[in-house]
């Protein structure tokens, strides 16, 4: 079973220090690993997990479902044509760097791919999240400082081309 406040604890010790990630395994099997880094991520050609549990065999039964985010690849809708940017965790939806600033993007904004959209906070981490096509915002589809749900719809981008 994992220990939440351990894990708090940790995100906490990484958050106030220079470190970008921690990775921790038991001889159990359980393995933690933590990253803060926007760098990182694109790295893994992806947006990963913030935090990543992986128990083992024996614990799998007793453990709630680890934390686990998907890929954010974007979906095109096939009768609009429309890609939808979904949320690759839960978290918290911020449309701006910080309190007072523009923020990333508006509808009618032209967006490069790489290009940040977005933050989700997920346990005190800001995960920025980027553009996966290029093209122009047609919708955002959550309201600044709301929670997000895994698989939610953040935005939806008419590509170029």
Do not use: W
Request: proline share 7%.
């Amino acid at each position: 079973m994992i220990d939440l406040r351990y894990v708090k604890k940790l995100v906490d010790m990484l958050d106030e220090s220079s470190v970008d990630s921690i990775e921790i395994s038991s001889d159990k099997g359980m393995k933690i690993r933590i990253s803060k880094s926007p760098v990182a991520r694109a790295a893994m050609h992806a947006v990963a997990p913030v935090v990543h549990a992986a128990p083992s065999a024996p614990m799998a039964a007793a453990a709630p479902a680890p934390v686990v985010a998907a890929a954010a690849a974007p979906k095109a809708d096939a009768a609009s044509k429309l890609v939808e940017v979904k949320s690759p965790m839960v978290g918290t939806f911020y449309s701006r760097p910080e309190p007072g600033a523009d923020a990333y993007v508006q509808v009618g904004t032209k967006v490069a791919k790489g290009q940040v959209l977005c933050i989700i906070e997920a346990m005190k981490i800001m995960n920025e999240i980027e553009c996966e096509v290029a093209g122009t915002i047609r919708e955002i589809c959550v309201t600044d400082a709301h929670p997000v749900e895994f698989g939610q719809a953040l935005f939806r981008i008419e590509p170029n081309g």
